[in-house]
Nanobody, 121 residues
Framework: QVQLVESGGGLVQPGGSLRLSCAALGRISSIAYMGWYRQAPGKEREFIASITSTGIRDYADSVKGRFTISRDNDKNTGSLQMDSLKPEDTAVYYC???????????????WGQGTQVTVSS
């Protein structure tokens, strides 16, 4: 059984910073892709950032220059450093991973339970 567990959400003032973490737990052979998504009330879930196993990063235009995604392949963890936060960044943030539980098998998609980030004065 594989689980993605997020942590690090909370309440922060505009201009502040938060760091989200995502831990992949269980039997894991490899993680091909890790990404972060968010969903604000009344809106669809949207892509924020991703990183491949070789370190290739991609960001949504709305967070470029403010957010930084990273991962630790040895520990099966990922993180999202969020700086210069704005009220419009308020949302539930989800970690996603495409991973293999056994070598030479197709990667499957897993999602975390989400963590709330609120940016407000």
């Amino acid at each position: 059984q594989v689980q993605l567990v997020e942590s690090g959400g909370g309440l922060v003032q505009p201009g502040g910073s938060l760091r989200l973490s995502c831990a992949a737990l269980g039997r894991i052979s490899s993680i091909a892709y890790m990404g972060w998504y968010r969903q604000a009330p009344g809106k669809e879930r949207e892509f924020i950032a991703s990183i491949t196993s070789t370190g290739i990063r991609d960001y949504a235009d709305s967070v470029k220059g403010r957010f930084t995604i990273s991962r630790d392949n040895d520990k099966n963890t990922g993180s999202l450093q969020m700086d210069s936060l704005k009220p419009e960044d308020t949302a539930v943030y989800y970690c996603k991973a495409d991973l293999r539980t056994r070598a030479f098998t197709p990667a499957r998609e897993y999602w975390g339970q989400g963590t709330q980030v609120t940016v407000s004065s």
